[in-house]
C-alpha cells in the first residue's frame, strides 16, 4: 500500500524552467551575450546552476569566472523566483486528490532550501506539503539516498511505501537506492536524447494525475 507521494520540484512538480532561463540570460546579458531560446534551455533546467551555467558559458566550477558569473544567476533567480513558475498542467489536481484519500505527499529536491521555500509558497504549495527536503538539507543529495530517506523519517513511512516522481537520472537512481519505487515524469525536462530504458524506473507518466492509477499497484 502507497502511504506517500514524493516529487522533484524542477521539471516534476513545477515548470520553473521560464524563471530559470530568464536567469540565465540575464546573467548572460551581463556579459554583452545574447539570449538562448527556452526550448534550448528547458532540458538542463533540472540540472541546476551548474548545469545552466555550463550551458549558457561553457564553463565548470573550476573556471575563475564561475563564482561571479554563479552569484549574478542566483541573485536574479531569487529576486524573480515565481514571475512565470506554474504548477504543471494536472499537478493540483493529482494533489488535491492524494489529501482526499490521506496520503501524504512531498518534495524532495537539490534546489537549496534558499529557493525551495519561497518557490514553494509562491505556489500556494509549502503549508500543504509534509516535507520539503532541499539539496542542502541532508549532508548529501541526489542520488544519494540520504534525502528520501529523510523524507520517510519525517512522514513516519517506509521506503517501500513510497512513490517518488522525478525527471533525471538522479532521481531514479535516488528512488532505488533508498528503496523506493521510482517514476519518470515525460513530461518533465527529460532530453530527447536521453534513452530513459536504462534508468531502472518502476513506471513512467505521460501527465501527473495518471499517477493515481499506480497507487494500487
Known amino acids: 500500500m502507497i502511504k506517500a507521494v514524493l516529487f522533484d520540484l524542477d521539471g516534476t512538480f513545477a515548470d520553473t524552467a521560464p524563471d530559470l532561463a530568464a536567469a540565465l540570460n540575464h546573467t548572460r546579458a551581463s556579459r554583452n551575450l545574447s539570449p538562448l531560446p527556452l526550448d534550448v534551455i528547458r532540458p538542463q533546467a533540472s540540472h541546476g546552476s551548474r548545469g545552466l551555467l555550463k550551458l549558457g558559458f561553457g564553463i565548470e566550477p573550476e573556471h575563475p569566472d564561475y563564482n561571479a558569473l554563479r552569484d549574478i544567476f542566483l541573485d536574479y533567480y531569487e529576486r524573480n523566483i515565481c514571475v512565470h513558475t506554474r504548477l504543471f498542467s494536472d499537478m493540483a489536481e493529482l494533489v488535491a486528490e492524494l489529501e482526499q484519500r ?96 536504462n534508468w531502472n524506473a518502476q513506471g513512467s507518466v505521460d501527465k501527473p494525475t495518471e499517477l493515481l492509477g499506480l497507487i494500487a499497484l
Open 102 to 197: 490521506n496520503i501524504k505527499w512531498g518534495i524532495i529536491t537539490n534546489k537549496p532550501h534558499r529557493f525551495t521555500l519561497p518557490l514553494m509558497q509562491a505556489l500556494g504549495m509549502a503549508s500543504r506539503a509534509a516535507c520539503l527536503i532541499s539539496g542542502d538539507t541532508c549532508a548529501h543529495a541526489k542520488p544519494h539516498p540520504e534525502p528520501m530517506l529523510k523524507a520517510c523519517e519525517l512522514l513516519g513511512v517506509a521506503p517501500e511505501q513510497c512513490l517518488y516522481l522525478g525527471d533525471d537520472l538522479r532521481d531514479m537512481q535516488a528512488a532505488n537506492a533508498s528503496g523506493m519505487r521510482g517514476i519518470i515524469a515525460n513530461y518533465g525536462y527529460v532530453s530527447d536524447d536521453v534513452s530513459v530504458k
